[in-house]
């Protein structure tokens, strides 16, 4: 049983459609619910397509659809990271999504736990390691498991990650952070 009330909130670091991310992000929701913690998948699919210019700056407060994702992330304080590298790095609708939040307190003394996941052999550690320079600066606090998923689609079935190392690693990460 989860030791905070809120759910985890799984956030699906890119907005591109029917990502492999969104995949590990289902994943990672039925290991956290096979231990009894409950969780809530924010895709950024569902940011609000000018959330940059409408969300943001001296339009902060005015966009409802972002302010309900803001609401949520007020009222937990157990987050799960699916990052996908793209371009040696976290994908930037990432960085204006954390950009548009408010500061300093959205993350501030919350828990983040990271999964980086890249086609190449490098499971995103660059881009988690840029991400958790970013989570520092923020006062949030990350697990030191960092899930690194390289070469992901030799991995996964399309519903299951089929690397029993990669299993394991989520398994004991999830672990952690009911606990952290």
């Known amino acids: 049983m989860t030791e905070s009330s809120s759910p985890i909130v799984i956030i699906v670091g890119t907005n591109r459609p029917q990502s492999m991310s969104r995949k590990i992000a289902e994943y990672y929701h039925q290991v956290l619910e096979s231990l009894n913690t409950p969780s809530i998948i924010l895709d950024l699919i569902h940011l609000p397509h000018d959330f940059t210019f409408s969300a943001m700056y ?16 007020e009222k937990t304080d157990r987050f799960v990271f699916i990052v996908p590298e793209y371009n040696g790095s976290y994908p930037g609708v990432l960085k204006a999504f954390i ?16 999964v980086g996941l890249s086609s190449n052999m490098q499971g995103a ?19 030191a498991l960092r899930v690194k ?6 991995h996964f079935n399309g519903t299951e990650i ?10 004991i990460q999830a672990a952690q952070l009911i606990r952290f």
Do not use: W
Not at 128 to 141: A, E, I, T, W
């Open 58 to 73: 001296d339009n902060c407060g005015k966009n409802e659809d972002f302010n309900s994702l803001r609401a949520l992330l």
């Open 99 to 114: 950009d548009g939040l408010p500061y300093p307190n959205s993350f501030s003394n919350k828990k983040a736990a990271l």
């Open 125 to 143: 550690a660059i881009a988690l390691s840029h991400l958790n320079d970013v989570f520092s600066y923020l006062g949030m606090n990350t697990l």
């Open 149 to 154: 998923l390289a070469q992901i689609r030799a």
């Open 162 to 171: 089929t690397n029993s190392l990669y299993r394991e690693l989520i398994d």
